[in-house]
């Protein structure tokens, strides 16, 4: 059985991620989402790929997959990762992180070639006295952050490639 990356809204994959993920909600924006489908043309899998959550982190170059959720097909998620990298890079990201719970193996980032880059203590919460917010399951978690980068100055990742005037970094 064969698999192909198609293209896919917000709501397709929200509606997704609602019926098939197994501890999280759908992520409440993004940047763009793709699927993967079998050869029957059912889509099997979705990822959503946005704006870092955590702020120090966006800098404008760098993406974050905020969710990915399949149901079970083989290398499913590894092609969702691979697919989600090169069209990062395609509208210019420089970076793609991602982040794993304890006890997931991370078989299918490693595929796509990201590599665990920090491993994350548990956190409270995001609820506090002065901002109460619901809990959602996955807080007091271990987690590992994953990413995968251009080489360093190189538009395409390639050694060597050099940077035209438009592909400079604007001062922030």
Known sequence: MSLTIVPVTFRQACAFITAHHRHHPPPRGMKFALGVANDAGELVGVATVGRPVARQLDDGRTVEVTRTCTVGYRNANSMLYGAAWRAARALGYHRLITYTQQGEPGASLRAAGLQPVADLRARRGWDTPSRPRQARGVDSVSRTRWEVRRAHGTP?????????AWQLPVAA
Not at 156 to 164: D, H, Q, T, V
């Open 156 to 164: 395409s990742g390639r050694p060597g490639a050099a940077l035209s």
